[in-house]
Nanobody, 123 residues
Framework: QVQLVESGGGLVQAGGSLRLSCAAS????????MAWFRQALGKEREFVAA????????DYADSVKGRFTISRDNAKTTVYLQMNSLKPEDTAVYYC????????????????WGQGTQVTVSP
């Protein structure tokens, strides 16, 4: 079992930065791929970024490439999402997710989810 708790969301102006954190509990954290998804009001939950268990491989949605960076600290059982150059269209609830094995850019591949943290970007 893996339990995930996100933090770090908030209100920021366009062009600003935020860093999201996802603290995980459970002995299998270091063997799980981790990911961030987001869901804007009235829209489907979409893939943002994923990172392999080792941290060596990362994958990003085209909409965030070059602006967002995913990282992890297995000693702290925490995964991060550094978000720079934020845009109003980045406004959403951001969710952390975990799955055994390789990274995967689709939400149906993840069995463990956090409760989400709200990110709001004002124009």
């Amino acid at each position: 079992q893996v339990q995930l708790v996100e933090s770090g969301g908030g209100l920021v102006q366009a062009g600003g930065s935020l860093r999201l954190s996802c603290a995980a509990s459970g002995r299998t954290f270091s063997s799980n791929a981790m990911a961030w998804f987001r869901q804007a009001l009235g829209k489907e939950r979409e893939f943002v970024a994923a990172i392999s268990w080792s941290g060596r491989l990362a994958d990003y949605a085209d909409s965030v490439k070059g602006r967002f960076t995913i990282s992890r600290d297995n000693a702290k059982t925490t995964v991060y999402l550094q978000m720079n150059s934020l845009k109003p269209e980045d406004t959403a609830v951001y969710y952390c997710a975990a799955r055994p094995g390789a990274t995967y850019p689709y939400k149906n591949g993840y069995g463990y989810w956090g409760q989400g943290t709200q990110v709001t970007v004002s124009p």
